[in-house]
C-alpha cells in the first residue's frame, strides 16, 4: 500500500468501481464521496462493464465532476495468469465493446457456482449465497463478493482471504479464461480509448515477466500503465515508474477504490499522489491541464 501526503495530492482518480460490479457503493454514492474528497476528475472502471457509464456521466455533470467512462477488462495472458486492463474514455455506446463485455460477464456466475463448492469441501457452507449479498447482480459476481463474505463471517481478516483463499493455488481458486490481452486492447482501442495495465505490482510478476507482459502489450496497441495504485509500495512506485520511463508508458494513477472500510488501502477515492515528473503522464493524452488544478 502506499501512504499519501496533502501537499502531493491532485484531484483525480482514473480508476475505481462502483455496484456495476465488484464497488460496494452504488454510483451516486461513489461520485458524492468522490466530491466530499476533493476530487475533480473520475473514471468509473467497472469489471468487465460499462453499465454504470450513463448514470455516472449524467450526474457527474449535476455535481460538477469531469468524468471520463472507462471499463477495466479481465484478461488470461501467458496460459493462465490474470491480468486486468484498464480502458480509458471509451465510448460505453460501442456495440462491438458492449457485446464482447457480455460475453466476459457470462462466465462469472459458474466461476462463482465452482468457488462456492471448492469453498464448501474446506467447511465453508453457503458461500455464494453469501456472496451474493454483496451483489446485486449475479453477472457482476467476483471473488471481491467472497472476499467479503470470508471476512464478515470470520474466516478470514481484512485483507487476507485472497491469500488464504481465493488466489491462485489456495483452496477456493477457480481457473477461468478471460479475455486475450490483444482482444482487450483491441476492443478499448476501437472504441475510442487508451488502454493502461492495471495496478502492475500486483501481479507478483518478475521484472522480466512483467516486461514480457508489458511487450505484448504495446504490440497490442497499449499506451500506459498505473505507477500510483493502493496496492503499491512506495517501493512499487519507484520501481514500476522506472520501467515506464525505460519502455516509454504513459503512467497513469488510481485508487482502485472497492469499499470505503477497506482500511488498509491508503488513497482515497478521488485524490491520488502526482505522477513522477520523470514520467510521461496519462494525463497529456486525456488533455487533462494539471495547471488548472490550483
Given amino acids: 500500500m502506499i501512504t499519501t501526503s ?36 473520475i473514471a468509473l472502471t467497472d469489471h468487465d462493464t460499462v453499465d454504470g457509464i450513463n448514470e455516472a456521466k ?5 455535481i460538477d465532476l469531469c468524468f471520463i467512462p472507462g471499463v477495466e477488462i479481465s ?42 463448492e471448492k469453498l464448501a469441501k474446506v ?33 478470514a481478516k481484512p485483507g487476507k482471504a485472497f491469500e488464504k483463499f481465493l488466489a491462485h493455488g489456495k483452496p477456493g481458486y477457480v481457473d477461468q479464461k478471460w479475455a486475450s490481452l490483444e482482444d482487450a486492447v483491441s476492443w478499448i482501442i476501437q472504441s475510442g480509448g487508451v488502454a493502461v495495465i492495471a495496478h502492475p505490482a500486483r501481479y507478483g510478476f518478475t521484472r522480466s515477466k512483467l516486461i514480457r507482459l508489458i511487450n505484448d502489450f504495446k504490440q497490442a496497441g497499449g499506451l500506459g500503465i498505473e505507477i500510483i495504485s493502493s496496492s ?49 503522464s496519462i494525463l497529456d493524452v486525456l488533455k487533462i491541464n494539471i495547471e488548472n488544478f490550483n
Avoid at 58 to 62: F, G, L, M
Avoid at 77 to 85: A, F, P, R, T, Y
Avoid at 242 to 265: C, M, P, Q, V, W
Fill in 6 to 41: 496533502a501537499s502531493n495530492l491532485i484531484p483525480v482518480d482514473l480508476h475505481c468501481h462502483s455496484t456495476n460490479s465488484d464497488g460496494a457503493l452504488n454510483v451516486i454514492q461513489l461520485l458524492d464521496l468522490v466530491k466530499s474528497n476533493g476530487g475533480k476528475y
Fill in 58 to 62: 449524467e450526474y457527474a455533470s449535476k
Fill in 232 to 280: 503499491h509500495s512506495s517501493d512499487d512506485i519507484i520501481h514500476i515508474a522506472h520501467i515506464a520511463t525505460t519502455e516509454n508508458l504513459y503512467g497513469s494513477i488510481g485508487s482502485d477504490f472497492h469499499n470505503i472500510n477497506e482500511s488498509y488501502k491508503q488513497i482515497l477515492v478521488g485524490i491520488n499522489p502526482q505522477i513522477p515528473d520523470k514520467c510521461l
Fill in 123 to 155: 467447511g465453508i457452507p453457503n458461500a455464494l449465497e453469501g456472496a451474493m449479498q454483496f451483489c446485486s447482480n449475479p453477472k457482476a459476481l467476483s471473488r471481491t463478493h467472497f472476499n467479503r463474505f470470508l471476512v464478515q463471517n470470520g474466516y
Fill in 75 to 116: 484478461v488470461t495472458w501467458d496460459k493462465n495468469n490474470l491480468v486486468h486492463i484498464v480502458g480509458l474514455n471509451v465510448d460505453h455506446t460501442n456495440k462491438n465493446l458492449i457485446n464482447n463485455l457480455n460475453n466476459l460477464r457470462d462466465h462469472r456466475l459458474n466461476r462463482g457456482l465452482k468457488i462456492a
